[in-house]
């Protein structure tokens, strides 16, 4: 007797929402069994997935945090999907960043569920009516948001953080994601990547340049000098968690996060109702620092992808999967209930997702986009900079002494000739923001 065919899925608690509706329209058109593993949530995914495809346990369908794909594929730990998102018409409605975001040296492994922007400057409404600060606030560059945050701090002292950044090691990739790549990107020209970690260009990693000095010493203001924010929050034993609630309970002036915050400040009991919360939420995009040449707006989007295990028992059963996953109307659906950006162009035709205000306006922002460096070695050099981090916002190290640091750590690990300098132009102009 043939062994009846079953397909097995991790994924995180998360996303239930979406998978279980797609775990059962699957079964009932295949009859195919489905074998489900659900990380509940503060589980680390990440963490979860890398030790079973280690240790060869992994299921068929997996969830992969976007910046993992080119490690786990450099590993042979995927399945590249080419061969049936060539046949897919669905693929061409993915905005290309976003094609790119699951790609490893040319193909794809992972297909984008949801996106985000970075940074976005959240804001809590009373707190800024309480100091007097007009609203819809705009600030132009980073003086102006750590002006601000002082004024909070003057005239709102029950505010424990008038100005809050994701750092530090207990943060992880969050640091780097939802923090200073945002200021990096920020602080210089993006001209020859030099306000990147990763020249594209040369192939080399980013030791010393000016946008990484710029994005230090902007934390090094914000925890070291200034005391905008205190740093036990941040190696609180759920940083997430402690974060959110932060913001929800009015003890954050200003706070750096995602985009999907719009949802997840609030448990889902607690959540207010959509149009609510402009009432005493705001946003704002991230503005540059205001140095010479960067740009006003920047932007870093990132996201979960799902793939499919290299070993996976059934590859075409696999595909029928995410096939039927990954439709326009579920998907649209079910990030227009959640609060989460598309990184499908066709998500507006769909009547949910297209009357959500909030998605629509801070959709305009993708088109500023970018994502996390697609090269293998970036999680290492993304520690050593949440290192780097906690160097000038913990310790008081100048930003240029940490960047040393992070640059001998670069050289330790790839060697000297895969890490390069991007000095100051030599024009003898003084940075835009003196402190």
């Excluded at 969830?63 to 995927?78: K, N, Q, R, T």
């Excluded at 750092?167 to 020209?189: F, P, R």
């Excluded at 060697?415 to 030599?426: C, H, T």
Aim: some cysteine; glycine content about 8%.
């Amino acid at each position: 007797m043939a062994e009846a065919k079953t397909l097995s899925i991790t994924y995180g608690e998360l996303w239930e929402e979406l998978l279980k509706p797609a775990i059962k329209d699957f079964e009932t058109d295949t009859g195919v069994k489905v074998d489900v593993t659900m990380v509940p949530y503060g589980v680390d995914m990440v963490e979860k997935v890398s030790l079973d495809l280690a240790a060869g346990v992994a299921t068929d369908i997996i969830m992969v945090d976007s910046f993992m794909i080119p490690a786990w594929a450099e590993a042979g730990y995927l399945y590249g999907l080419d061969n049936y998102l060539v046949k897919w018409p669905d693929w061409d409605q993915y905005y290309p960043a976003f094609q790119a975001m699951g790609s490893y040296e040319g193909h794809v492994y992972g297909i984008t569920l949801e996106t985000s922007a970075n940074a976005i400057l959240w804001y809590w409404k009373p707190n800024f009516e309480k100091a007097g600060i007009p609203m819809p606030w705009k600030p132009k560059d980073w003086y102006e948001v750590l002006e601000t945050a002082e004024r909070i701090k003057e005239r709102c002292p029950d505010v424990e953080c008038p100005l809050y950044i994701p750092m530090g090691t207990k943060w992880g990739e969050g640091a780097t994601y939802c923090g200073i790549y945002s200021e990096i990107l920020g602080a210089d020209t993006s001209e020859g990547d030099c306000n990147r970690l990763w020249n594209y260009t040369t192939g080399k990693w980013i030791g010393r340049s000016p946008a990484i000095e710029r994005a230090l010493n902007f934390y090094r203001e914000v925890f070291f000098v200034r005391k905008l924010c205190p740093t036990d929050p941040m190696y609180a034993p759920d940083v997430w968690g402690e974060w959110r609630r932060l913001m929800r309970t009015g003890k954050i002036g200003i706070g750096q996060g995602g985009a999907w915050e719009w949802a997840e400040f609030w448990p889902e009991a607690l959540r207010p109702l959509e149009v609510m919360r402009p009432n005493f939420l705001g946003w704002t995009p991230l503005p540059g620092s205001g140095d010479h040449g960067t740009p006003s707006i920047q932007t870093i989007s990132g996201g979960w992808t799902v793939a499919m295990k290299k070993e996976a028992k059934n590859p075409d059963l696999a595909w029928e999967f995410l096939r039927i996953l990954n439709s326009k109307e579920r998907l649209a659906k079910w990030l227009a209930a959640a609060g989460k950006l598309s990184m499908r162009k066709d998500s507006p035709e769909v009547t949910e997702y297209g009357k959500n205000k909030f998605l629509m306006e801070i959709g305009k922002l993708l088109p500023y986009t970018t994502y996390r460096d697609a090269v293998t070695g970036y999680p290492t050099v993304s520690h050593y900079l949440q290192q780097a981090i906690e160097k000038v916002a913990v310790d008081g190290l100048s930003a240029a002494e940490a960047m040393e640091w992070y640059k001998n750590k670069l050289i330790d690990k790839f060697g000297k000739d895969q890490v390069e300098i991007i000095e100051l132009p030599d024009c003898g102009c003084p940075s835009a923001i003196i402190w």
